[in-house]
């Protein structure tokens, strides 16, 4: 209670330095092999090791190896990579084809270039630590340095002027610009100097802060455990993405039904109105691919049981929704129900998989059902029984998993487990704390694989740590049904694109609070360009399904579900691409115009995709906004108007209507609507916009849309090439991969229709009816 007067900022909190930081001090001798450099310090030893010529790892540890991390977050080895050393009066210089690290040797301090002589990353500060086990760097920033990245977190796009805090938290209060920590950890940030982007991870599962308040530099600080970090070359936030992402991994590719439009509810409460629910988007023919269940569905909330009453016939209630073409994707939680009657509890006690404190008691906290225990996701064998118990979904036709409370949530003063627990052997809850999510979800990404027989498997995670996106798409929690949490996540989802979770997404319509019409309208519009796309409400609160406020916003609700279903061609093609470089769909205007100094800072547009821009409508009783447009020129997808680029416009957008813009000369693959993803393309259309000199080029990607074959080459992929010149195009367009299409490629013009097609070096011509030709 006292938390909200004037007792929470008693000053004896703000003596921040309660312990003394004692620097490192200077380095005494310096030893080489090969791309490994040992720097023995006064009191720490420094390693600087390069993975790759464009990444580089420093651990700095005064502590003698006693923290050793128990990070999962990289999954890559080094490669060999050659190494120029010099040594001058002051220190040294290690160089490779992309890095210069140069290291100052009274005191220590290193500075990072990469080739062009950019300042990536300089200690402004020695390097501190605290006899507990912090540590703390400061690196120089300048005062036009734009900071990304950072995960989950609230606020907008460009994350300096606040610190931000890593400690997996259940936040159900309202997310305001000053709520922080949330449900995931990223301990990882994208810096853009003048257009030059480098990334930098601080692979620390302890609890962290990123102190960006000051003009001219930030400081890391780590609870425990020797500095860690990793940076990244780039230049561009492209190539930074793929480095990163080449440490840390990148996601499977999802099955189609993951990427169509999802509807839950906290909860859909008994088998009949799941049925029911299907049969109202059914009868109306708005598209679904998949319904949550969320608590209920549970005996008294014990994780693999039905409710016998309210769920009587869970296998064909399965059955059941997929005939309609819709997944059903039920809540599993970590606590497991104190209850000597209950197997899952029985089985872990005997086996020894719960959490407990050093003196061997178990840990025991209340959530749903009670006083509850959790499961020890650190330990392996653990994680293997945990994943075992998803036969229970899987037998009965189950493919996609929920997991939710996994920070871990509990209801106490802490929110959390005891710092006490120990996992794994010795390791404090202390220190695993932000991870014990993201193994859980490993867990249950593995188990799924494994029981879906060649089947991609869809989880959905709320705790996450650097790396989650290999196992789990992400959605941000509990949002409000609030213009302004609509507002806030999109830079929310833009910096967790930027952290490589590509496949991400908020609550549509929000999950507390009541939503309205309008509200509805405007965050499905905007959600139909999210990568992932549930709307998702609380229990007691205003129902939120398409139809729920009458029949003009349904209708304009509709409109943008199937719209989705148009567009899925362009974002599955787009996931492939964050499958092979860990791009992601949902970008910033920055990623794409990095030298454009106007686009830093754009919060509230986004692209998908390199030419397609969507600049959402997040105010109320409002019809108009202003844009801004890079360079180049822009068509309305509506109305076809061309606007020129490098500037901003005021540009009305009435209730139905998104306002979306395509780059000129550009192309987009389209499907026709249809009422979900089980159900086979027969056609798709390339719409190209014409233009009148130039050319441009567009990957097209498509597979079975369920298996693993992908893996093995068994797709489609079609690199486009248009070059227009003299009303004449020219299609150049090469394939690859082993599949066969269900569909045709049609394709169709936008603009200007050219007078002379050629494909190939073939020339063709346009249907009259149809106005397309067969690609
Ligand atoms: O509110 O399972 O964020 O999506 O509906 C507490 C019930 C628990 C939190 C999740 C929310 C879900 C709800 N859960």
């Known amino acids: 209670m006292l938390e909200d007067t004037s007792f929470a900022i008693r000053p004896i909190d703000q003596a921040d330095e309660k312990e ?88 220590f301090r290193l500075a990072i270039y990469d080739n062009e002589g950019t300042l990536l990353v300089r200690d402004e500060q020695p390097v501190c630590f605290q006899a507990k086990g912090r540590m703390r760097c400061a690196h120089a920033l300048t005062p036009t340095d734009v900071v990304y990245g950072l995960g989950e977190k609230t606020g907008v796009l460009n994350k300096r002027g606040a610190v931000w805090t890593m400690w997996n938290t259940d936040v159900y209060a309202p997310h305001n610009l000053e709520t922080d920590p949330l449900y995931q950890s990223h301990p990882y940030m994208m810096v853009l100097k003048n257009g030059h982007a480098h990334g930098i991870f601080f692979d620390h ?6 102190d960006l308040r000051h003009e001219l530099f930030y400081t ?39 990427l169509g439009y999802h509807q839950s509810r906290y909860s859909y409460e008994t088998e009949q109105e799941v049925r029911e629910l299907i049969d109202t988007f059914r009868a109306k023919h708005i598209p679904l691919d998949a319904v949550y269940l969320d608590i209920h569905y549970m005996d008294e909330y014990r994780v693999f049981t039905f409710d016998q009453k309210r769920f009587p ?30 197997d899952t509890y029985r089985d872990g006690v005997q086996k020894d998989y719960f959490c407990k404190y050093a003196d061997g008691t178990l840990y025991k906290g ?17 994680r293997k029984w945990w994943g075992e118990q998803h036969t229970f979904y899987t037998d009965i036709g189950i493919e996609g998993i929920w997991n939710d409370m996994n920070e871990p949530s509990v209801f106490n003063e802490t929110k959390t487990m005891d710092e006490q627990v120990v996992h794994d052997g010795w390791k404090t809850h202390r220190q695993v704390h932000n991870v014990y999510g993201m193994m859980m979800t490993e867990a249950t990404y593995h188990a799924l694989k494994k029981q879906l027989k060649g089947k991609r498997p869809f989880v959905l995670t709320r705790a996450g740590f650097a790396g989650i996106h290999r196992y789990a798409a992400v959605w941000t929690g509990d949002n409000r049904s609030f213009w302004e949490h609509l507002e806030l996540s999109i830079p929310m989802c833009l910096n967790l694109g930027l952290s490589a979770v590509a496949f991400c997404g ?34 007691g609160f205003a129902r939120q399904e398409p139809w729920a406020f009458g029949e003009t916003y349904e209708q304009i609700v509709k409109r943008y579900i199937e719209l989705r279903y148009e567009w899925l061609p362009h974002l599955y093609s787009l996931c492939f691409e964050a499958y092979q470089t860990g791009v992601p769909m949902m970008r910033p205007l920055m990623m794409e115009y990095p030298n454009d100094r106007e686009t830093w800072n754009v919060s509230d547009q986004f692209m998908v995709g390199d030419q397609v821009m969507i600049a959402p ?36 957008a009435p209730l139905d209507r998104l306002p979306i813009y395509v780059k000129e000369g550009a192309m987009i693959a389209h499907a026709d609507v249809k009422l979900s993803t089980a159900m086979a393309d027969e056609q798709m259309t390339l719409y190209v916009y014409t233009m009148k000199e130039g050319t441009s080029t567009y990957t097209l990607y498509d597979d079975d849309g369920t298996t693993f074959a992908y893996e093995k080459g068994e797709y489609i992929r079609m690199h486009i090439r248009a070059t227009f010149v003299d009303h004449t195009v020219h299609f150049d367009v090469k394939t690859d991969g082993t599949y066969q299409p269900t569909w045709q ?12 097609i050629v494909v190939n070096g073939e020339q063709r011509v346009i249907d009259e009816a149809t106005n397309t030709f067969v690609l």
């Open 313 to 342: 016939h869970p296998k064909s209630l399965i059955q059941y929704a997929k005939e309609q073409g819709v997944h059903i994707v039920p809540i599993v939680d970590p606590g497991v129900k104190v209850d000597a009657e209950y």
């Open 617 to 652: 409508m997040i105010r109320p009783y409002t019809a108009h906004r202003i844009v801004y447009f890079p360079e180049g020129r822009w068509i309305d997808y509506w109305t076809k108007e061309v606007f020129e680029g490098s500037r901003r416009y005021i540009v009305e």
């Open 205 to 210: 599962t302890y609890k962290t802060t990123f």
């Open 745 to 756: 490629l049609h394709v169709a013009f936008v603009g200007d229709v050219p007078t002379t």
């Open 366 to 382: 209340d959530v749903w059902p009670g006083t509850s225990v959790f499961p020890d996701f650190l330990k392996k064998k653990v």
């Open 20 to 107: 003394v930081w004692q620097p490192i001090g200077d380095v005494q001798k310096i030893e080489g092999k090969k791309q490994i450099f040992a720097l023995t310090c006064d009191e720490a030893v420094v390693n600087i090791h390069f993975y790759r010529g464009d990444i580089v790892r420093v651990t700095i540890d005064p502590f003698d190896g006693k923290y050793d991390s128990v990070s999962p977050a990289v999954i890559a080895t080094p490669e060999k990579v050659d190494v120029h050393v010099r040594e001058g009066e002051d220190g040294w210089e290690l160089q490779t084809k992309r890095l210069t690290v140069v290291i100052e040797r009274s005191p």
């Open 506 to 539: 908020a609550d549509v319509g929000g999950f507390a609070h009541d939503a309205n019409g309008e509200l509805l309208v405007r965050w499905t519009q905007v959600g139909a360009f999210f990568p992932y796309f549930r709307n998702h409400c609380a229990i």
């Open 220 to 258: 890391f600080t780590s609870d425990g455990g020797a500095l860690n970090y990793y940076v990244f070359a780039g230049p561009h936030p492209k190539d930074v993405l793929a480095q990163y992402t080449h440490l840390v991994g990148r996601m499977p590719l999802p099955p189609k039904w993951a």
